[in-house]
């Protein structure tokens, strides 16, 4: 829907001045902060990015040996997920902070 705002804009030649909202985790600061955060929270994304990749892979291993269900392999997913977004947003607090 934005996308299609956008545009609409574009075409009318207002495009320029509109400002959009943040993405979560961001659209929970200040507008002021939005940017900065926005750049930090793709930064931890890119650090955290070879052990997620790590653990599917090792995930995907277990499965094709028949070591887990893929009722385990979602659940395990889901887990890691969970737990990696909370690490991840609780640096991006901290980092936040100290801006």
Do not use: Y
């Amino acid at each position: 829907m934005k996308a299609v705002i956008a545009l609409a804009a574009m075409l009318l030649g207002m495009g320029e001045g509109l400002v959009w909202a943040a993405d979560p985790p961001c659209d929970k600061f200040p507008t002021a902060k939005q940017p900065r955060c926005a750049e930090i929270w793709k930064g931890l994304n890119n650090e955290d990015g070879p052990a997620i990749a790590q653990f599917g892979l090792d995930q995907q291993k277990r499965r094709d040996e028949g070591k887990i269900t893929a009722q385990q392999h979602l659940a395990e997913n889901m887990q890691f997920i969970k737990q990696s977004t909370e690490k991840r947003l609780q640096r991006l607090k901290e980092r936040m902070a100290r801006e």
